[in-house]
C-alpha cells in the first residue's frame, strides 16, 4: 500500500515560517514526479510547488521566492521549507506523486492525507 505522510504543519503568524516534510514509501523513490497542493477552505486543490526526477522545479506564482521545494532520494523524502507565510497560505498541504509530470495539474495518482498549515494575520 502506498503511503505518503506528511508532517510539519502548524498554526504561525503571518511572516513567520514553517518546514513541511512527506515521507513516501513508494519506489524507487526517484522515479516518481512529487509535489505539494494546498486546499484553502471552501476551495479546490491548487498546485503549489512540484519537483521533477532529477530536481527541476516549478511553483505556482503565489509562492515563488518564498517556498522551495527540494527531495531527498536517499531517504525517500520530500521537503517544503515555507518563508514569509501569509493569511492567504492557510490550508490543508498534501504531497502527490506519479510517474507522469502532471506539473501543477491536480492529476497526481497518489496523494497523502495532508497537514493543515494555519497562519493567522
Known amino acids: 500500500q502506498v503511503q505518503l505522510v506528511e508532517s510539519g504543519g502548524g498554526s504561525v503568524q503571518a511572516g513567520g515560517s514553517l518546514r513541511l516534510s512527506c515521507a513516501s514509501s513508494?519506489?524507487?523513490?526517484?522515479?516518481?514526479?512529487m509535489g505539494w497542493f494546498r486546499q484553502a477552505p471552501g476551495k479546490g486543490r491548487e498546485g503549489i510547488a512540484v519537483?521533477?526526477?532529477?530536481?527541476?522545479?516549478d511553483y505556482a506564482l503565489s509562492v515563488k521566492g518564498r517556498f522551495t521545494i527540494s527531495r531527498d532520494n536517499a531517504n525517500n523524502i520530500l521537503y517544503l521549507p515555507m518563508n514569509s507565510l501569509k493569511a492567504e497560505s492557510t490550508g490543508l498541504y498534501s504531497c502527490?506523486?506519479?510517474?507522469?509530470?502532471?506539473?501543477?495539474?491536480?492529476?497526481?495518482?497518489?496523494w497523502g492525507q495532508g497537514t493543515q498549515v494555519t497562519v493567522s494575520s
Open positions: 502527490v506523486s506519479d510517474r507522469v509530470a502532471w506539473r501543477l495539474l491536480p492529476r497526481y495518482t497518489y
Open positions: 513508494l519506489y524507487p523513490f526517484s522515479a516518481y514526479y
Open positions: 519537483i521533477g526526477r532529477v530536481g527541476a522545479t
